[in-house]
């Protein structure tokens, strides 16, 4: 027991010392000269973790500068990473010393809590804090309201649920779901919604009463025929022609411009910027990876999402894009050192694709 402690102090020192090392790369900015547009970028790229394991070091990073206790401590291995988290936004320089030896004689439940009574003097106002977030992997919506627009917004989902019929066996948190979606759908004229959801099917779940085959809900993962006949009851059906692993396009190739239909396959095949590291969706537009000429081709394989910081980079020559945006994209920038980037895997499994194919549909 004692070993596996010990290493595991030699593991947080370690990472206190990594997390020292990339506070001073993003003082420096050092991570621009590969093309990250953050240091929250550079480590999803160059470490291989999650962007919230990135973001949770970036910021620890980026607060330790100015707290020299907590910092000798955590590279000492003798407070873990996690109490420095829970604690580092609430320390300042003049009570360094004094949080840190609280670090070390409370757990991090203990210093969570100690910090948010902390900082609640500091935080900015009811209004400032309001948010959404939408969490794409588990479909779940985070909403944090000032206290009158909290109560507005209950009162009204539950007053929404109370109306909507029950077998009596429905739990509450169920109907009060049904009438948040009651009230977005009723948001277009009439009642009828003003939203466009995209789903990618094969014509035979949709013509065939024994098809098992599924569909992708664009951006939201796989969904079964049930639910696509489901949708298909009470929706417009648009029919689009695909190639033969999937691709709705080859339409539009005498034209610079990417058809509606291309730029909403290129967002699902490739959900974000394909730049390694980069995970910005808002800004993105699509890009020729080879330069079109007149009378070229636009078609998906030469079409990549980039966001509008690597998109520049890339037109201003600092870094150097090619490929197949199908399969295997490579950038090299000023330093010569080539990343590559692949698309979705989830598109790749829809269109049968391989990685060991080169891009080649497998058989």
């Known amino acids: 027991m004692e070993t596996a402690a010990d290493t ?7 990472l206190g010392h990594f997390i020292e090392l990339v506070g001073e790369l993003d003082r420096r900015q050092g991570w621009r ?25 970036a910021h620890v990073a980026a607060r330790l500068f100015d707290l020299p206790q907590l910092t000798t401590a955590l590279c000492a291995g003798e407070i873990s990473f996690d109490k420095v988290r829970a604690v580092v936004d609430a320390a300042t320089p003049e009570t360094d010393r004094e949080v840190c030896e609280r670090a070390a004689e409370c757990s991090v439940r203990q210093l969570a809590e100690l910090a948010r009574s902390t900082v609640t003097g500091r935080t900015e106002s009811d209004e400032e804090r309001r948010s959404l977030r939408c969490n794409d992997t588990f479909r779940t919506l985070s909403v944090q309201l000032p206290p009158e627009s909290y109560a507005e917004a209950k009162t009204c989902l539950e007053t929404r649920a109370r109306r909507i019929p029950s077998d ?13 979606l009651e009230m977005v759908r009723s948001a ?25 085959l599924c569909g992708e809900l664009e951006e939201g993962g796989f969904i079964s025929t049930e639910t696509v006949r489901r949708i298909t009851c009470d929706a417009t059906v648009a029919i ?4 033969d692993v999937g691709h709705t396009m080859y339409e539009g190739r005498a034209r610079r411009l990417p058809s509606d239909a291309q730029r909403r396959e290129v967002r699902r095949r490739d959900r974000h910027c394909r730049f390694p590291g980069c995970t910005n969706v808002t800004f993105t537009n699509a890009h020729h990876v080879k330069p079109w000429k007149p009378d070229g081709r636009t078609d998906l394989d030469n079409l990549a999402l980039l966001c509008e910081h690597h998109h520049r980079r890339v037109h201003s020559k600092e870094w150097t894009m090619s490929g197949d945006a199908n399969g295997e994209l490579t950038f090299v920038g000023p330093t010569g050192r080539a990343i590559t980037s692949r698309p979705s895997p989830i598109w790749t499994a829809v269109t049968g694709r391989d990685r060991n194919t080169g891009g080649r549909q497998s058989n």
């Open 188 to 212: 277009g004229p009439s009642g009828s919604s003003p939203y466009f959801v995209v789903a990618h099917v094969p014509v035979a779940a949709l013509v065939e009463s024994e098809s098992t």
């Open 168 to 180: 009596g066996e429905t739990p509450w948190d169920r109907r009060l779901c049904d009438a948040f």
């Open 33 to 57: 000269d590969e093309g990250a547009t953050s240091l929250e970028g550079w480590i999803v790229e160059r470490c291989g973790v999650s962007v919230a394991t990135a973001r949770a070091w």
């Open 8 to 14: 595991a102090r030699r593991v947080g020192a370690l």
């Open 240 to 243: 689009a022609v695909d190639d």
